[in-house]
C-alpha cells in the first residue's frame, strides 16, 4: 500500500494535462485521471491508454451526458438564461456537471486533491472549484496553471512539447489549431489565438457544429416544440412527421437540424469573472433553437408583471452561472423562484428555421390570458372602449402635473 | 368668420379616419386634416384631395422624415430598447414623434382640440394622448372610437362603409387586407384580422419591407458599421465600397440591404399597456442591423458594470415608449443615464448579412478595455496567474461558510 | 319576495355611507350593510342601530381582527415591506383584508353588487375594487363619489349634512376633526383637512395610538422578538418575563409598549397610485417595532446575495399592495419567491425601545453564517489573510485597465 | 543621499502601525508616515512624535476635514447612500478620501510603494488599495498583515507589545479597549473584541459622540434644513435662530445636536465585500439627521417614476462604496446618474429631535408636482372623479382575464 498522496486529475488527453499529469507523478502524488463524457467529440480509448502509458493510476470515464442535458441543459432553458445578450453558457454549464462527476469519483477514489489544466485567467478555474468546494468544502486543489513553480517551468508551449518529448509523452501528429475550443453536447466555444483579435473575423473552418449559410440547406424546416412548466417536452419536425420526447434525443435532433441550417453561431467579446472581456466564437445549434421558442412560449404565456420580474432574476441567475456559482445559496434561491414563474409555460410553438435564421411563427397554449375576442379590434368585447378614456386621464394627469411645475420634458 | 371650434385631426387617407372627418363635420367643427409622413408609403396626393372632398377646411402634410430617425430612431438603438426581448418599438416611437407635428400644427392653425382614429384597446390612443398633454396639457382630445355614441353608430366595419357610401366618401376598390397595419421608415407592423389567432402563421403576401428567406439575395453582403458615443454614424457596404452617413441615408440603406436579405421579420404575442396579450407581426430590417450592431459595440466598449446598470435602465426605458411615456419625468431622466453610459461606445463593427441572419464577426474600437495581451492565454501579461488563487478562495469562503452551516446547495 | 337588486354596502357608520345607503335605497335597491372589525376603535353596535334606522336591510359585523393580523400584517412584516422607504402599508393591507369580508357575505347573501364610500382621487377605491374583481369578476361595483349624478348632488359636505337632517340621518354632535382618519389595529393614518399642507407640522392632539415621546414612559424597555422563517412568533418583555405567542396578543402588545414610548409616528409626502402625490400622517407602533426586529434578524441570517434579490422583490411587493394587486398573478408570484428567502430567517432579536426609538442591541440564531471565528481580526482562522491579496489584485485589474485606457475616474 | 526605495505608511499613531513603520525600517526601507485628519479626535502633536522617534523620515499631517465633508459626505447624502438598509458608509467614504491624500503625497514625496496597517480580512485594505490603483496603477503597496513573514511573527497582540519595547516604541498607558474603532467627523464605527459577540450588546460606555438616550437633553429641538439640488446648503436652529452653511460647520452643528439628543447609534451584524458577515456598532449623528431631511425631501420632490429608478441606483452605488469602488467607472456613471436625478430636489424640511428619534414633521418646495388643491379629498380639482372608474376598470381587466383562465391569486 503506497502511503502516497491521492489526486484526481480532470483530464482532457491533451498537451497541457498530459504534462500536468506527469509532473504530479514527479512531485510524488498518485494520480488518477478523469474525463467527463458530456457530449464531446473525443476517442476516450486512446486517451485513456495515453494516461495509463504517462503513468496514471487509473483513468475513469464517465459518461455524464444526460446528466448534462437534464439536469443542466434543460434548467438553463427553462430559466432563459442568456449571458450579456448573446452567450446561452454552454461552457459555464458544463463545468458544475463535470464537478459533480470530479466530486463523486474522489470520494470514490479516497482522492483528496483535484487538479485541473485550467488557466489562471479564465473563467473555468473558478467554475470548477467553487463548484468543488461548494460540493464539498474539505476538498484540496491543486491548479498547476497558477503556481509560481509550474509557471516558471512552463513558460509557453515549447517548454510543453520539450517536456512531452523527454517523458515520452505522444502529442498529437496533426498541428494545433490556431485557437483553442471546448466542446460538450449543447455548444462548442473557440477562443484564443488567432481569436484574441477581435478585429478579425473566425475563420470558416474554425465551425464544426454548423454548416456555414452559404452551403447549409436549401429547404426550410418546420417544428413544433411543446413545453411543459417550461421544460422541452417533444419536438415534432413537421415534413417527417418525426417526434422526439427525451431530453437527450430532442438536443441531440435540433443539433443536427439546427446545424444543417447554420443555427446558433455567435461572435462577440465578453466580460469575464476576472475582469476582463475576452472574444469567444460559439456555435449552439439546438439550444438556440429551444431558446427562441421557450422565450416565444414565456411571453405569450406569463403575466406581464411576473415576466418583467422574472427577466431580472433570468439575468442574475446568467451571471452566477457565468461566475461559477451555480451551487450557492443566491442560485438555488433565484432558480426556486425562476422555477416558479414557470408553471404556466406551457404549450407549443412552431418555428421555421432556415439560413441560420429561427423564427416563431405560431404558438398554442391553454395557460394564457391570450383572449382573441378581447384583442380583437373589431369587437369591443368585455373591455368597454370608453374605460381606456379613464385610464389616459389618470395617467395623463401626473404628466400635466409635471408640465404645469417644470415645463416640457426636454427628449432633445 | 366661423365661431366653429377647430379640430386638427390625425388623418390616414382611410375608411376610419375619413368618416370620423366627416362626423366630426356633422358635429359642427371646423376640420383640419394633419398626415405626418414619416416613411410610410402612401399617396400623400390622393389622401389629401380626399379630405378636401369630405369636407376638411385645410390638410397639412408634414415631412416628419427626418425628424423621425434623427430624434426617435437613433436614440432608440442608442439606448438599445427592446421590448418584451423581441420588439423594437417601430410603432412606439413614431407616435410621439407625429405628436410633434400634430401639436405644431395645432398651434399654427389655432386648433384646441385635436381627434384620432386610434382604437379604445390599443396602445396608440395612449402613446397619441400622453405625448400631447405632456407638450401641452391643455390641448383636448376627441377619440371618437371611446365616445359612446360614436361606438354605437358604428358597430362595425359594415356601418362605415353605409356611412362612406351615403356621404360620398370614396373607398378603396381593392379590397381590404384581412389585417390591419402601420408603416413607417424604421418599420411596418401588422396585427388583427387573420392574425389575431396566434397558432396560424401570417401569410407570406404580408410581407412588404423585407423578402422572403427563400426568395432573398443569396449572396451574403457584408458592412462596417462606425458609431460614435453609441449613435450610428456611418455605414461602408463592403463589396461596392458605399458609404453612407446621414441618418436618414443610412437607415434607407440598410432597410434596402436588409429587406432583400429578408432580414427583421418577428412573429410575436405582446403585452399591451392595457393589459391585454396581442399578436403583432413586424418586419424592421434597417433598425435590427443597427440593433445587432449597437449590441456588439456596446458590450466590447463598456465597462462590466456600467453595461449592468445601462441594461436594466434600457427595460425600463423600452417600458416607457412602449406605454406612450416618451414625453414624460422618467423617460428625459432616464434618457439622459443611457446616453451617459454610451459615451465610450465608439468605433467599428463588421456584420455579415444573409438570409435573415445577421452577425457580427468584428469589430474595433480605441474605447474599450479589451487587451489583446492581457486576454491571450499564451501570455501571463498584467495579472500574475497567481492572483486567481486569492480570488477564488475569497470567492469560496462563502461557500463553504454556507456548506457548513446548511449543506450543500439543492440544485435538483 | 322583493324583486329588488341587492346591495353589499362598505359601512363606516360615518356621514358619508350613511347618506350613501339612504341615497341607493332611495334609487329602488335593497341595501345591507357590512362593517369588518379590523381593530379599529368603533361603536359597532351604535353603527348597526344607524344603519338600521336608516333603512338597511340588515347590517353584517365581521371579526376580521385575528384574519388581518395572521393573513396581512404577519406576512407583511415577513416579506418586509415598505413603501416609499416608509410607510408601513396598514391601510393598504387592510383593503385586500376587508374585501374578503365583503365578498363573502355579498356570496352568502346573494348580493350582485357592493358599493363603498371611497372618494375618486384616493387609493382605497382601487385597492377595494381590484380586490373584488380579483375575487369574482362578475361582481359589480358602485362607486357613488365617481357617478356624476352623486357627485352633483352632493358638492360638499354641507350638501351631505342637508340630505342628513332632511332624511333623518343622526349626525355626530362632536365636529368633525379637521382631517380624515382611517384606524385598524395595524396603524392609524390620518390626512386631508389641514394636513393637506405638508408645510405645518401635524397637531399633537391628532395621535391616538401613541404617546408624544414628550409625555412617554421614562423607562427603557427591553424585549426579545423570535422570529420562525420570518415570521414573528414571539415576543418576550425582559423586565416582567412576559411572553406572548399569538399573533393577535404580540400585536396587541407592542402596540401597547409602543404606544406608550411613542414609537412609530411618520409624517410624509407620498406618491399615490393615481399619480398626485398626497401627505400622511401614520402611527404604527407595534408594527414598527416588528419591521425593526425582522430587518435586524434578515441582515443576520440571509445570504449576502438573497438579501440584494430579496430587496429588489420587497420593493416590487411593497408597490404591489399599495396600487392594490394583493389579489394578482404578481403578487402571488413575488410573495412566493420573497417567503422563499424567509426559509433561514429565523431566531432572536433584543431591542431597546424608548422615546420613539427602537434599536436592535443583540441577536442570537443557528442560521447564519456569521463565524464568530472568521470575523475576529484576532485570529487568522479558516480565511487565510493571503488570499486576500489575490482577490484585491483581481479587482484592481479591471481599475488599472480602465485607467489605462481612459485616465482616472472623475469623481468631483 | 541614500539608494533606498521610500515607502508612504498610512500612520495611525496605534501600535499596530508603529511597528510597521519599525518593521519597514529594518527591511531596509526609507519610510514617511502620513496621518489624514479626517475629523478624528487624535493628538496629531503627539503622533508626529513618535514617528520620528521611531525612525520616520518624516511625517505628513493632512487636514482633509473639508475634502471629507463636501466631497464625499456631501454627496453621499446627495445620493442617498445605505449600505444594507441602515449602515451610512462612515468609514467606507473615509477611505478613498484618504487615499487622495495618500496617493498626493506619495507623488510629492517621490514615494513609489505605500503601505498600511489594515488587517486581511477587512473591507478597509481593499477600499485602501482600490482607490489608489485606480487613482494611479503604479503605485505599489505592501500590506505586512497580508505578508506571510510578517504574519509569521506577529501572531497576536503580545507579539506587537514584545517588539515595540524591545524597540523602544512608546506603548499607551491606557489599557486597550475591547474593541477597535474608527472615527471622522461623519462618524465612529466600532468593532472586533466583545462586540464579535453579536448576541451581546454594546455597553454604553462605548459611545463617544451620542449622549445615551437615558441622558440625553429633556428638550426636543427644531431645525429646518435646506437642500439645493440634493445637496445640504444651510441649517436653521429654530429656538436659537443659529443658521450654519458651510458644509463643515453644518456637519459639526448637527453633530453637536444630534450627539446630545442620541442620535444615530445603530447596531448591526453586516455583510463585508470578502463574503464574511461582521458586526459593527456606529455612531453617525449629524449625517443620519441629515440622511432623513434627504429622504423627507426627496420623496416630496421627485417624480414617482424616477424615485423608483433611482432607488435602484442608490442600492448599487452603496454597493459600489462599501466595497471600494469610489474611484471606479461604475462609481463615476452611477453617480452622474443619481446626480441628475437629484435636479429638483430643493427646498426646505423642518425636523423634530429628540431622544434618539428625528422626524420629518414639514416641508417646502417649489419643485414638486405636490398640488394641494389636486389632493384634497374636498374639491374635484383638474382630475375629474370619474376618470378613476376608466382607471380601475382597464388595471381590473387582467386580473378579470387571468381569473379566467387560472382562478383566483393564492394568497394564503
Known sequence: MSGKEKI??????????????????????????????????????????????????DVI???????????????????????????????????????????????????????????????DQIRFELSCYALDP??????????????????????????????????????????SMDANIMHISYESGILENPAKAAPEELYQMTQSVMKSSNTPIKVDITFKEGLPVSVLEHSSGKTLETPLEVLTFLNKIGGEHGVG?????ENRFLGLKSRGVYETPGATILHVAHKDMEVYCLDREIFRVKSFLALKMADYVYNGFWYSPEAEYVRTCLVGAQKNVSGKVTLEIFKGHVMAIARESTKTIYNQELASMDVHGTLSPYAATGFIEVNAMRLKEHYRVFGSANME
Chains 1, 2, 3, 4 share one sequence.
Open 8 to 57: 484526481l486529475l480532470a483530464y482532457s488527453g491533451g498537451l497541457d494535462t498530459s504534462c500536468i499529469l506527469k509532473w504530479l507523478l514527479e512531485k510524488g502524488y498518485e494520480v488518477i485521471c478523469f474525463m467527463a463524457d458530456v457530449g464531446q467529440e473525443e476517442d476516450f480509448v486512446a486517451a485513456r491508454e495515453k494516461a495509463l502509458r504517462v503513468g496514471a493510476k
Open 61 to 123: 470515464i464517465k459518461d455524464m451526458k444526460r446528466t448534462f442535458v437534464e439536469k443542466f441543459v434543460w434548467p438553463a432553458i427553462q430559466m432563459g438564461l442568456v449571458y450579456e445578450d448573446r452567450y446561452l453558457l454552454g461552457t459555464s454549464l458544463a463545468r458544475p456537471c463535470i464537478s459533480i462527476g470530479l466530486m463523486e469519483s474522489a470520494a470514490e477514489h479516497s482522492c483528496s486533491i483535484i487538479s485541473h489544466g485550467a488557466t489562471g485567467k479564465g473563467n
Open 265 to 269: 453561431r455567435v461572435d462577440l467579446v
Open 138 to 179: 474539505k476538498i484540496k486543489v491543486i491548479a498547476p496553471w497558477r503556481l509560481p513553480e509550474f509557471c516558471k517551468r512552463f513558460q509557453g508551449r515549447k517548454d510543453l512539447l520539450d517536456y512531452a518529448q523527454k517523458h515520452g509523452i505522444p502529442v498529437s501528429a496533426t498541428p494545433k489549431a490556431p485557437w
